[in-house]
């Protein structure tokens, strides 16, 4: 099944070249402040008036223009299922490789997704986009889900949970801001904004009830198929229509095929057994979409199920409900924290208690309103638009509720990812804390979690230096570690208001080695992709020191001439020197040199061939360095050779 995704490959030596295309845009497009993105399969590509075969589906970017008065000139004509001639400029699929780090190629894969690019526009070379056709056969679930999508938010402009409602009700996420995001993460609720097992079996269960009843007063039909199976044929056909229009997703898969299997021995008169219709979901899955093992939601959502089989099998019967459910709730969360950990490297405490208010709240009383409201918004859009606003102010009064436990201090913790022993050893020692009563050893599963709870990390000896380079594309961040001290060189570049690499990249990277503060965050002057991801990691790390080359709040400056020793470490700032003035930024950047026993690691910045003469002058052969993070991501502005004669490297690091 790989080579099906790896062998379609977009040609090297079409990459960063203009290539007409036409084909469907085959996703909800999403508008991200000044650009438009979407899936697009190609059906054709020419390049030089020769016919290429065609890399499959790809991911656009759609930059917006500006008028006159620098205003973006929306472009609202874009839908899903439309078919578009474009000129793009497409790659090859890339992302950040980093420990801890989101996997953006894998994802891609996942998704088929096989190059990346953005439309060209250009009036002079007649590089025009061009709508070819509206509506295109194949794309017609796509294109409700695009109406769906586009009503729901016309008829709740006004509200403050828009993204949420529209997430319920047709499974589309991009809505929800990344605040919103941080608070079902930190409540482990996060489940609630998918099309789960849970909403379909809860639409499914009142379809079935409905029908059976009003079906049994219909005379004739009654006799012809009875209640029961006219219910679950009902009730499947509703369930498949909301699983398609939540796009299929895994949990929406294993639910709707248990369903199906539940619904087809009720229209049979056969009783099957738990343990066979999730294995039979599994395995249905597997066989329809391999793939879907990669994907955190496939091991949550079949691991959810197995523990709630697992929870009420035989034992929770004689309790309350309300007890069985926290009962349920608690050793879901349990059970959860070890593969979430080794997904995520973070896992909320407080979920048991969240999950017990919202699971109820908005599976009962958000769900059944926001469906009413969208079955209803084509024909009765007032009404709707109601029925909007209630599900909104119900969805506001929890969201106090979640809001207020995410920002308590222990409400969530974060892990090393562990090892796969690790993990397998953490869920035995799970299962048998879980374990009925007089389980044989069943309290040796506290000792199972101990490498879960107490991961072993091994800091550098004195006198030693650990120095990690973070891959943030073009821009600069660098972790130093010693025995017992950690600093932080730059932060790497902000790409948009929801997306920057502190938070992407040094903070998981961080959390993978388990450091809880930084002793000092230097930012070597105000480019972007240097300081652009600095706000994040304010935000969630304590530091104890800042530096920087520019006025920054609670900031000292950077000169030449600072020094400190950690561990046996020298560290030495080299620039910028207060005697100077600079006339470009670029110079006056941070220049920091690591010494390390014979040893040494001269991190530069973005100087110039001016500041690295100015820094020969003055240091001379102090310059030379074992390793050399090139100045500038390795621009033709820097790396002098006068520079590199003197500093000697046997290694360059270029961070582009």
């Not at 589309?172 to 801001?177: F, N, Q, T, V």
């Not at 294995?279 to 079949?302: K, M, N, Y």
């Not at 943030?472 to 902000?494: E, I, K, M, Y």
């Not at 709040?553 to 950690?566: D, I, K, L, T």
Request: aromatic letters at 10%; proline letters at 5%; glycine letters at 6%.
């Amino acid at each position: 099944r790989a080579h099906l995704v790896l062998d379609v490959v977009l040609p090297a030596d079409l990459e960063g070249k203009d290539v007409l295309v036409s084909g469907v845009i085959a996703s909800i497009p999403v508008t991200e402040e000044r650009k438009h993105r979407f899936e697009f399969d190609i059906e054709t590509l020419v390049y030089k008036k020769e016919n290429i075969p065609s890399p499959g589906k790809v991911r656009i970017s759609w930059y917006q223009k500006k008028n006159a008065n620098k205003k973006i000139i929306p472009n609202t004509q874009l839908k899903a299922g439309q078919r578009w001639q474009f000129w793009l400029r497409l790659k090859q699929p890339h992302g950040f490789m980093n420990p801890g780090g989101f996997d953006f190629e894998g994802w891609l894969y996942q998704k088929n997704i096989r190059a990346t690019g953005y439309v060209r526009i250009n009036a002079k070379k007649q590089q025009n986009a061009q709508l070819l056709d509206d509506i295109v056969p194949g794309y017609r679930i796509l294109m409700l889900r695009q109406y769906l999508y586009d009503t729901i938010l016309t008829a709740s402009k006004n509200n403050q949970y828009t993204g949420i409602v529209a997430a319920l009700a047709i499974g589309e996420r991009k809505g929800i801001s990344p605040e919103q995001w941080r608070v079902f993460r930190q409540t482990g609720t996060s489940h609630l904004v998918a099309i789960s097992g849970l909403h379909i079996g809860l639409l499914a269960g009142f379809i079935f009830f409905l029908v059976k009843r009003v079906w049994s007063y219909c005379g004739n039909a009654a006799l012809h198929l009875a209640s029961p199976r006219a219910a679950a044929l009902l009730s499947l056909l509703m369930a498949v229509l909301y699983a398609a229009i939540s796009g299929f997703a895994v949990p929406a898969q294993r639910a709707l095929i248990m369903l199906s299997v539940v619904m087809f021995s009720i229209f049979w008169q056969r009783k099957v057994q738990s343990t066979n219709v999730l294995s039979l979901a599994l395995l249905t899955v597997l066989i329809f979409d391999p793939i879907a093992v990669l994907s955190p939601g496939f091991w949550l959502s079949f691991g959810a199920v197995t523990i709630i089989g697992l929870a009420a099998a035989g034992r929770l019967r004689t309790d309350h409900s309300w007890k069985i459910w926290g009962r349920l709730q608690w050793r879901i969360s349990l059970a959860l924290i070890p593969l979430l950990i080794f997904l995520f490297q973070q896992a909320s405490i407080i979920s048991p208690l969240t999950n017990l208010v919202a699971i109820p709240v908005v599976s009962f009383i958000v769900v059944p309103f926001v469906l009413m409201a969208t079955t209803l918004v084509s024909f009765l859009p007032d009404l709707a638009v109601v029925i909007y606003s209630i599900s909104d102010y119900v969805l506001s009064v929890l969201w106090w509720f979640l809001s207020y436990l995410a920002d308590t201090p222990l409400s969530h913790i974060y892990g090393v990812k562990p090892s796969l022993l690790s993990l397998c050893l953490a869920c035995i020692g799970f299962a048998l804390l879980l374990s009925p009563r007089g389980w044989p050893l069943k309290y040796l599963g506290i000792f199972l979690l101990f490498p879960l709870i107490f991961p072993v990390s091994e800091p550098p000896k004195h006198g030693e230096v650990e120095f990690t380079l973070l891959d943030v594309g073009q821009g600069l961040a660098g972790v130093v570690q010693t025995r017992s001290h950690l600093l932080v060189f730059d932060a790497g570049p902000r790409f948009s208001s929801n997306f920057d690499t502190g938070a992407a990249v040094v903070l998981p990277f961080l959390r993978q080695k388990n450091i809880k503060n930084i002793d000092m965050l230097i930012v070597s002057h105000q480019d972007n992709d240097h300081r652009g991801g600095v706000k994040s990691v304010q935000a969630e790390i304590q530091i104890k020191t800042l530096l920087s080359s520019f006025d920054m709040q609670n900031a000292e400056r950077c000169q030449a001439g600072q020094h400190w020793n950690w561990d046996g470490v020298d560290f030495e700032i080299l620039n910028p020197d207060k005697s100077r003035s600079y006339s470009k930024r670029n110079n006056a950047s941070c220049v920091l040199r690591i010494k390390a026993g014979k040893d040494a690691i001269l991190v530069s910045a973005d100087i110039e061939k001016k500041a690295e003469k100015q820094l020969v002058e003055q240091y001379g052969q102090q310059l030379q360095s074992t390793y050399l993070v090139a100045p500038h991501h390795g621009s033709k502005t820097s790396s002098s050779s006068l520079f590199l004669d003197v500093v000697k490297p046997d290694l360059i690091l270029i961070p582009v």
